[in-house]
C-alpha cells in the first residue's frame, strides 16, 4: 500500500462460503445479536467488530477502497464459523477500548498486543499472533539498535505498544495518530526513527522501496495480539477461542497466514 490512512465507517459482508471477505452498506444492528429481516426471512446475526483501518497488513484499504488485511480475513472467516455476518469500524486506536466499552462494537480486531494493563479492561480472546517491535531509519541512519534511540527523536502511534517500548527507553516520543503519520514525519526530517510492529514496518518498506527505509530488528521482547471482548462477554470470547482454535488444527489460519506473510505460521 502505497499510503497509510484513515476513512469512515466501513463496513465488511461475509456472502457465501468461497471469498475471504465480501462487502455490504452499512447497517444499525444489535451487538452480536440478530438484525430484524422483513418478508418473515431469517434474521441475520450481526457481529461489530471496531479496528483502526490504517494499519497495513493487518487492516487496511485496497485501492478499492475496500477494507483488507489479515485481521479483517481471519476475523471475516472466524465470525462465520461462529454463524455471524461481521461487520468492521473503524476508529482510531488509542480510542477503541473506550469505545468497546460503550457498546458501539462488540469486540476489537486491530493487531492489539495483549498487556495486563489492557486486560483490566477488556476481555482478549486466546493469542493470534506472534509479533515484536522493530525501527525503522532512513538508509544511512547510525541507528543500529534499540540502544541506539536513546537522545534521539523518535516517531510512534499514539496508545500501542511501539510507544511503551519507547518510553521504556527513556525517550518521550513524538506521538501520531497512525503509523504512516509517523513514517511521514520521520521522511520529512521530523523524527530520526519509527517503532512500530514488525510487520507493519516490513509491509511500508516493501510497498515503498523508493523512500530508502529500512527496518533493523533491535530486541525487543515477542508480543502476542488478541482479539477484546467485554469484561462480561465470556460467552463470545469463547466461541471466538474455539473457532481459531479449529482453524489452526485444520490449516485454515495457516492459509490465511501464508497469504499475507508468504510463510508457514509460527508455533506459538
Known amino acids: 500500500m502505497k499510503k497509510l490512512?484513515?476513512?469512515g465507517i466501513v463496513t465488511?459482508?461475509?456472502i457465501g462460503l468461497l471469498g475471504l471477505t465480501g462487502c455490504g452498506a452499512q447497517q444499525t444492528a444489535a451487538p452480536a445479536g440478530n438484525a430484524a429481516t422483513g418478508g418473515g426471512a431469517p434474521a441475520e446475526k450481526v457481529l461489530k467488530v471496531g479496528a483502526d483501518i490504517a494499519y497495513a497488513p493487518f487492516e487496511f484499504m485496497d485501492t478499492n477502497q475496500k477494507p483488507t488485511g489479515f485481521d479483517i480475513d481471519l476475523m471475516t472467516e472466524i465470525g462465520k464459523?461462529?454463524?455471524y455476518t461481521v461487520k468492521f469500524e473503524t476508529a482510531a486506536f488509542d480510542g477503541l477500548i473506550a469505545s468497546l466499552g460503550s457498546g458501539k462494537f462488540d469486540a476489537i480486531a486491530s493487531a492489539m498486543t495483549i498487556t495486563d494493563e489492557r486486560a483490566k479492561s477488556v476481555l482478549f480472546s486466546d493469542k493470534y499472533f506472534e509479533?515484536?517491535?522493530?525501527?525503522?531509519?532512513i538508509k544511512g541512519s547510525s541507528i543500529k539498535s534499540e540502544a541506539d534511540l536513546k537522545g534521539k527523536k523518535v516517531a510512534v502511534q499514539q496508545g500501542t505498544t511501539g510507544q511503551i517500548a519507547v518510553e521504556g527507553l527513556?525517550?518521550?516520543p513524538k506521538k501520531f495518530e497512525t503509523v504512516g503519520d509517523a513514517i511521514n514525519d520521520m521522511i520529512n526530517g521530523g523524527s530520526e526513527a519509527v517503532v512500530a510492529d514488525s510487520p507493519t514496518l516490513l509491509y511500508y518498506i516493501k510497498q515503498n522501496p523508493d523512500k530508502n527505509i529500512v527496518a533493523v530488528s533491535g530486541n525487543f521482547p515477542k508480543e502476542y495480539f488478541g482479539v477484546?471482548?467485554?469484561?462480561d462477554n465470556k460467552d463470545l470470547a469463547n466461541k471466538f477461542n474455539a473457532s481459531l482454535k479449529k482453524f489452526k488444527e485444520n490449516g485454515k489460519y495457516n492459509d490465511?497466514?501464508?497469504?499475507?506473510?508468504?510463510?508457514?505460521?509460527?508455533q506459538f
Open 170 to 172: 527513556g525517550n518521550n
Open 228 to 231: 477484546a471482548f467485554k469484561m
Open 81 to 83: 464459523d461462529m454463524g
Open 5 to 7: 490512512f484513515r476513512t
Open 12 to 14: 465488511v459482508v461475509m
Open 256 to 266: 490465511i497466514y501464508k497469504k499475507w506473510f508468504n510463510q508457514d505460521a509460527p
Open 131 to 137: 509479533s515484536a517491535q522493530y525501527i525503522a531509519v
